[in-house]
């Protein structure tokens, strides 16, 4: 007993065939005039981006790329795999978790450190010295060297 599947109901492309004498010269899918549409006008962009002129020669080959580009898509898309589950695919591509390769860590290099002088570190924290008596008496106020500061306390 052969059992018939449906497939043939799928494999049958829609495409416009035209009126009657006048068909195009080519087959195409619906789907294939919408990708060529939207890859006409990235290639186009893409090109006045790269400051390419508007003439004849350049449109021409934005015509030629685009029905290269039309054909590569086309041929990854059929009734199993659509549009749409394509662009996703893509995405998820992109933007998947990658394993990282470069190393965290390494050898430290002291090429880029400037030498000089052993500069001490100021003492920024005046609120602490409001707050902790202990350290009141230890911190100086600005504008007074060594000498103002032992006449006064």
């Not at 004498?21 to 195409?28: D, E, I, L, S, V």
């Not at 685009?66 to 995405?91: A, C, K, M, S």
């Not at 570190?121 to 032992?150: I, M």
Request: overall charge positive.
């Amino acid at each position: 007993m052969l059992v018939r599947t449906d497939d043939e109901v799928y494999r049958v492309d829609s495409v416009w065939l035209g009126p009657p004498r006048a068909t195009f010269p080519w087959r195409a899918r619906y789907v294939s005039y919408g990708v060529g549409l939207l890859v006409m006008i990235g290639v186009m962009f893409l090109q006045r981006r790269i400051g390419i002129g508007l003439d004849f020669f350049s449109v021409a080959w934005a015509l030629v790329l685009t029905v290269v580009l039309t054909r590569f898509v086309g041929q990854r898309i059929d009734y199993e795999r659509p549009l749409g589950q394509l662009v996703e695919l893509f995405v998820h591509e992109v933007t998947g978790p990658r394993v990282r390769t470069a190393v965290a860590g390494g050898p430290v290099r002291s090429g880029h450190v400037r030498k000089g002088p052993v500069l001490r570190a100021r003492p920024t924290d005046r609120g602490r010295a409001a707050r902790d008596p202990a350290v009141r008496g230890r911190t100086r106020r600005r504008g007074r060297g060594k000498a103002d500061a032992r006449a006064t306390a």
